[in-house]
Structures are given as structure tokens and as C-alpha cells.
């Protein structure tokens, strides 16, 4: 009797186990809004939306990117250069965009910097009017360049240049609010000298000029600068950001260059225009997430001085408040800038 009852003790909880498994199997846990798909999208091809033109670091980001995301999203990503206002034609043209995932908007930190130094001149806002998506690079600086006309060698010796002939030098950017032109707006600020701005439509031509000698100096990044200096078509002087960069090993940081606590990173991101479903906004992430780690894209940005961008969506909404907060803080630091 006793081994027949231990049998069944061991037969009924056997059993038990039995049926708790296959209960479990029944059970599939809801679907959060990172997790779901949606079945609708995307239904025709993606405009992807950039303002700073063929030539340009958002242009060789944009087609480094849109074979993997039109092969993994099973409709063309189409690039829209709408060029001009230091990327704000192509803001307003997103944020104006039916929110329904088929229009993204890539560019840079000017998305918020335009805001802080032209608020009048920018027809949305930077925060309110788009729904962020991921941050998809940052850089190590910008390079500050010379023609190699110009006598200085160092960031102190072109200071002394632009001291001794006070609104002679000419500088170059895409834009107000563009961190090219902050760039050298900060440098004039620090040092006192008075550099003339030419307004540019994009980097790019504003790099043509330079190679042209037509102005004087520019503040670029590194996937444009690079070859410049490799041609001995411009000369580096420094670096914006808080160390030197593997690729140019021998150009100094501004900091270390004499302008103590100059620091300046560019970075660029993903929005859509606001009101976008959180499903899709979850799909489009994870889309670029998979994208910007594939092997062949990361080489490629260590190549050029880019870091692949690792945020969710929440964090980089917090990236890009405080960045507005402190671009607008860095605005009343160096005045407010005029188109020339």
C-alpha cells in the first residue's frame, strides 16, 4: 500500500507539471508598441528628407544607409536633397508631412541650433513639431582649415593674422545656426578678431570656395575636410572636439591650440513629423538601430571620424531638449549672428 501511494503522489504531480506546461504555451503575452509590427507599413516608398546637399556628411550618411534600410523594409528609401537656410527648408517641408511614417527627416544638430540663433526665422518648432527617432552619428569636431595662401600654421598665428587685419579674412558656412558657422562665430568671440561670413548653401560649395581661394577659412567635418588635407588642398589647424581624432593624429584640439574649453561635437538624427503612430516610430528605430551596426557601416564611420548613434527613442528626445537649452545659452554667450 505505502509504494502504491507514493506511485501515485509521483503519477498526480507528473501530471501536474504536464498540464501547467501546456497552459503556458497557451499563453502569448501582449504585444508592446516596441515589439509591434505594423501591418501596413511601410506601403510605398520612404522620402528621406536631408537639407545640406550632395557632397556633404548627411548626403554620404544618407546613401551609406538606404541600401540596408530599403532591403530590410521592402520599399524604396528615396534621398530628397531640399537644400538651403542651414537645413531648415527641409525641416519645414517634414514637419508639414502627413504623419504616417513615409516621410523622415535627416540632419543635423541644426536642428536645434537654428532655433536658438534665428528663432524668428525658422517656421516650426524644433521640439513640438516632430517626433524624434533615433540619434544616428555623432563626430569627433570640426576641422578648422585654411587655404594654403593663408600664412598661419597655427590657430595662434591665423588669430594674430585676423588681428592685424581686422575684417580682411573671410570664413564660410551653410546657414546661421549651422555649427560650421558656430564654430567660427565661437573662435571670433574667444579671440576678438573680426572674420567676415559668406553665406553657402551647403558645405560642399562652401569647400569649393575655399579650394578656390575665395575665402579664407572654414570649419568642416571630418569625412569632408579629410580629403582636402590629404591633397594639400587646405591646411588643418585644430579640431573642435575634446580630443584629437585618430585619422588626423597631429592636428591639436582648440583647446589645446590656446582657446581654453572649446568644445564643439556635431551630430546628426532621425525625426518624424509629429503625431507619427508609436508602432511605427518603434519599427523605423529599430530599422536604423540594425542598420548602423551592420560590420561595413561602422568601418565606414570609424574610417571618417562618425561614432554610430546607440539611443532609444526617449533618450534621444532628452539629447535633443537639452542640446536646444544649451545652444540657446551658447547664443547669448556670442551674440546673435547676421546673414551678411
Not at 46 to 68: Q, S, T, W, Y
Not at 203 to 210: E, G, K, T
Not at 281 to 294: C, I, S
Request: a positive charge.
Amino acid at each position: 500500500m505505502g509504494n502504491r501511494r507514493r506511485v501515485t503522489k509521483a503519477s498526480r504531480a507528473a501530471a501536474l507539471r504536464r498540464w501547467l506546461l501546456a497552459a503556458s504555451l497557451c499563453v502569448v503575452p501582449a504585444p508592446t508598441a516596441a515589439q509591434t509590427v505594423t501591418a501596413d507599413y511601410p506601403s510605398k516608398p520612404i522620402r528621406l528628407i536631408e537639407g545640406f546637399g550632395a557632397g556633404g556628411v548627411v548626403d554620404l550618411v544618407a546613401r551609406l544607409l538606404m541600401p540596408k534600410l530599403s532591403a530590410s523594409l521592402g520599399q524604396p528609401v528615396v534621398l530628397e536633397n531640399r537644400v538651403g537656410a542651414a537645413g531648415t527648408i527641409a525641416s519645414a517641408l517634414v514637419a508639414k508631412a502627413g504623419p504616417d511614417g513615409h516621410t523622415w527627416l535627416l540632419t543635423t544638430g541644426s536642428h536645434t541650433s537654428n532655433t536658438a540663433f534665428n528663432p524668428s526665422g525658422v517656421p516650426y518648432d524644433p521640439i513640438r513639431d516632430f517626433t524624434p527617432v533615433t540619434l544616428v552619428a555623432t563626430t569627433f569636431g570640426m576641422v578648422h582649415l585654411v587655404h594654403p595662401s593663408v600664412p598661419a600654421r597655427s590657430v595662434q598665428e591665423f588669430v594674430a593674422l585676423a588681428r592685424r587685419h581686422p575684417g580682411k579674412l573671410t570664413y564660410g558656412a551653410a546657414g546661421i545656426g549651422n555649427i560650421l558657422h558656430i564654430s567660427a562665430e565661437m573662435m571670433k568671440s574667444m579671440t576678438s578678431t573680426d572674420i567676415r561670413y559668406v553665406q553657402y548653401k551647403g558645405a560642399a560649395q562652401a569647400a569649393n570656395d575655399l579650394l578656390g581661394g575665395h575665402i579664407d577659412t572654414l570649419f568642416l567635418t571630418t569625412p569632408v575636410a579629410l580629403p582636402l588635407i590629404h591633397g594639400n588642398k587646405a591646411r588643418a589647424l585644430a579640431i573642435t572636439g575634446p580630443v584629437r581624432w585618430k585619422g588626423l593624429p597631429e592636428v591639436p584640439t582648440m583647446h589645446e591650440a590656446g582657446l581654453k574649453n572649446f568644445n564643439l561635437v556635431g551630430w546628426f538624427g532621425l525625426w518624424l513629423p509629429a503625431g507619427t503612430r508609436p508602432a511605427i516610430v518603434a519599427q523605423v528605430h529599430r530599422e536604423f538601430e540594425r542598420a548602423l551596426a551592420e560590420p561595413d557601416v561602422r568601418q565606414r564611420f570609424d574610417e571618417i571620424g562618425l561614432v554610430p548613434g546607440q539611443m532609444r527613442s526617449d533618450e534621444f528626445a532628452r539629447y535633443v531638449s537639452d542640446d536646444l537649452n544649451a545652444m540657446r545659452e551658447l547664443a547669448k554667450r556670442i551674440g546673435p549672428a547676421t546673414a551678411p
